[in-house]
């Protein structure tokens, strides 16, 4: 009986001394999704999940329900992969595969939908293509840039540009990297977590963004960017200047 008791002691000791695992970072943020209001949770490690928080009528007709789960999986070196998850009020709930990637902060999806004829039974397949687009904070639409400026310029809204006293005008940021508008990008912080990134390009407010460092040659693959651009370099330099107390600086996309 003592031997007993001093095995069980020893099992307890070591469990509680083992190590505990701690859950995971993540970040939560309202998207929309063909007129649906969504949460996506996105969590250190890649793991991604999607979920209805005030589905659209159509959607509510056929079950989905605050909560209701459309999608998860995870992101590896810049590719979504998962599963989502198609409601109907005949048939239930069906899965199947998708895949995708982040376009700036859009995520994009993917993939083969099952159509269900006579006894619920898959027929055919359809292609599937998911968008899920910010709103703007606590909103129900999609999120709206709203005018922004360079470090010391001001948006003068009869001229709509940017304009700094004494000076001529500085052009708005574009928040995409590519186009036109020049190859230099103002960063404030290189992160491995997208959510990371995110906190820092919303301390900085409106024009900067979240971007994966794939979407620009010449940044090294496997990170997230705080960033505004892209611009000519003079322009970069002063959104460089706005965020210098995070050490920030610039860099051409090709």
Not at 153 to 163: A, G, H, L, M, V
Not at 198 to 211: E, H, I, S, Y
Request: charge should be positive; hydrophobic fraction near 35%.
């Amino acid at each position: 009986m003592i031997r007993f008791l001093t095995a069980a002691a020893a099992v307890i000791a070591l469990w509680s001394f083992s190590p505990q695992t701690h859950a995971s970072n993540c970040s939560v943020d309202e998207y929309m999704h063909n007129n649906s209001l969504m949460e996506v949770q996105v969590c250190d490690g890649g793991t991604i999940s999607i979920s209805y928080v005030r589905p659209r009528p159509g959607m509510a007709k056929q079950g989905a329900r605050n909560g209701s789960l459309l999608f998860d999986g995870r992101e590896n070196n810049g590719t979504v992969n998962g599963t989502a998850r198609l409601f109907s009020a005949r048939c239930g709930v069906v899965t199947y595969n998708v895949t995708g990637y982040w376009q700036g902060n859009d995520l994009i999806l993917d993939g083969s939908a099952p159509i269900r004829g006579n006894g619920c039974r898959i027929s055919r397949h359809r292609n599937d293509h998911l968008v899920f687009t910010p709103t703007a904070s606590g909103g129900g639409g999609p999120q709206t840039a709203q005018p922004s400026c360079p470090y010391g310029y001001f948006f003068d809204n009869r001229s709509r540009q940017c304009i700094k006293q004494n000076a001529g005008p500085a052009p708005a940021p574009q928040p995409r990297p590519g186009g036109n508008a020049g190859d230099w990008y103002a960063i404030a912080i290189s992160a491995t977590t997208r959510s990371a990134a995110q906190k820092r390009a919303n301390t900085l407010g409106p024009g900067w963004f979240v971007m994966n460092t794939r979407d620009c040659p010449n940044f090294r693959n496997g990170y997230w960017v705080a960033t505004a651009g892209g611009f000519a370099k003079d322009t970069a330099q002063l959104y460089v200047d706005q965020a210098r107390r995070f050490k920030a600086y610039k860099k051409t996309c090709h």
